[in-house]
């Protein structure tokens, strides 16, 4: 079997927060690691996970996730709790960069996806901002009309062929 394919196999996205899009304007990402136990790997892999409500915060120089759901893998012995908080793994400066953006009103730590590279667990962190009501009601609209748009295009084309 090809490297390639073998590669592609490995780095896919195991989870991804489809609503962190929704409710957030994502102003920078961060890819970082996470400490996990094996069988968390294992169910993270069978995409066991979830992370609607999970977040991120920053204690002591560390940084946190929290929130994030990992079923218990059915054929292991040891189950840690499926909601703790995991150890993110970034280095110095990134963690100092995050605290200086997190100083300003209103900015949070938000996981956008979970993946594999290299056989390692990676997530992708988001600093991020709040959207209100009326900014989701705008972006729907922007959604729809590019929408209408495509499906007008398509149909054009249609009629030339």
């Known amino acids: 079997m090809p490297k390639s394919t073998d590669r592609a196999a490995r780095d896919r996205v195991a989870i991804s927060n489809r609503r ?4 957030y304007f994502i102003l920078d990402s961060y890819e970082c690691g996470m400490v996990l136990v ?7 892999r069978d995409g066991r996970a979830n992370l609607s409500d999970s977040y991120a915060r920053i204690d002591n120089g560390e940084v946190w996730l929290f929130g ?6 059915p ?4 189950n840690p709790d499926p909601d703790r908080k995991r ?7 990134e963690i100092d ?8 009103p209103g900015l949070t730590l938000v996981p956008l996806k979970v993946y594999f590279q ?11 901002r709040g959207k209100k009501q009326w900014d989701k009601r705008e972006a729907m609209a922007e959604r729809d009309a ?16």
């Open 146 to 161: 590019k929408r209408e748009a495509d499906r007008a295009m398509r149909n054009q084309n249609r009629g030339r062929g």
């Open 87 to 93: 150890k993110l793994l970034l280095n110095r400066a």
């Open 118 to 128: 290299d056989g390692k667990a990676k997530i992708e962190l988001a600093v991020a």
């Open 20 to 23: 962190a899009r929704h409710e």
């Open 75 to 78: 054929f292991t012995r040891d």
């Open 97 to 104: 960069r995050l605290v200086g953006k997190l100083t300003e």
């Open 38 to 44: 094996g069988s968390e790997v294992k169910s993270i």
């Open 68 to 73: 994030m759901h990992v079923s218990p893998y």
